[in-house]
């Protein structure tokens, strides 16, 4: 049984400076906010992408930083993929001491059209099945090293509302988060004595991606309403994620947090 030391003072508490980071996704959007964060903060990333190109590119950047700093190929919704990748990321760091399962994508496409549940088969394989392919093929050597780490699953507030769907129907995408989040308390329940914390963290209105196809004037509907007056930006989620794997995180596990502009305070 491992048991996470308390921090004694505020002395380096929120240092993750030298940690080796798996950030999947960790090539665009929120997930490069995540990464970059990361490397800012001293820590070693490895970015997993399906875009190589682009993953080099981020890890190149991240040489400015200092530590050492990959892209591997992956697909998490291709188990195969994720086992071939999980070897290099062995191979390059030895050990693991934070994952962040931020790979995800979305849907715009009603669950009753006719193409409707090839996309919630789409969605469900990458946002919840794609969590499960890494996490078994990464977590195992994390378990066996002794060393605890910290698993964080970006998750969303659309795995807790499904009150815009009429307008933006995205019933997979729910599910998915839905599912991740109580996967998260799972993992917790189960990795604590390891030594390895699990949280959920679910981003509200943020500028990713998932955002892009939202009209103008829907985006500033959204800001006027939101407690905060605006979208977050994904480095302030990476900041977030940086926090979690800190000692000044260390009693934190089983849990889903959010961070959303006091979106939730609306439902």
Request: hydrophobic letters at 40%; proline letters at 3%; glycine letters at 12%.
């Amino acid at each position: 049984m491992v048991k996470t030391p308390p921090i004694e003072s505020m002395s380096g508490a929120f240092d993750v400076k030298g940690k080796n980071v798996v950030v999947t996704g960790g090539n665009r959007g929120i997930g490069l906010g995540i990464s970059t964060a990361f490397a800012q903060s001293g820590a070693n990333v490895a970015v997993l992408c399906r875009n190589e190109a682009s993953g080099k590119e981020v890890a190149e950047g991240f040489s400015q930083y200092g530590g050492k700093h990959t892209c591997i190929q992956c697909d998490v919704a291709d188990y195969d993929s994720v086992v071939a990748a999980g070897k290099k990321v062995y191979e390059f760091f030895g050990h693991v001491d934070v994952l962040v399962n931020n790979a995800g994508i979305g849907s715009t496409t009603n669950f009753f059209a006719e193409n409707g549940l090839n996309e919630w088969h789409r969605i469900i394989n990458t946002n919840l099945h794609g969590v499960a392919n890494v996490v078994h093929t990464i977590v195992p050597n994390m378990k066996s090293s002794g060393k605890g780490g910290t698993i964080i699953n970006i998750s969303s507030v659309g795995g807790q509302r499904v009150s815009n769907s009429r307008e933006h129907d995205n019933s997979p995408y729910n599910a998915s988060k839905a599912g991740l989040d109580i996967f998260s308390k799972y993992l917790a329940l189960t990795l604590g004595d390891f030594g390895i914390r699990v949280n959920s963290l679910a981003p509200g209105m943020t500028h990713s991606d998932l955002d892009k196809d939202l009209p103008p004037a829907a985006i500033e509907m959204a800001e006027a309403a939101l407690p905060t007056h605006r979208f977050a930006e994904p480095i302030e989620i990476g900041a977030l994620c940086v926090f979690l794997s800190s000692q000044a995180g260390c009693h934190i596990t089983g849990t889903v947090i959010v961070h959303d502009g006091g979106l939730m305070t609306m439902v």
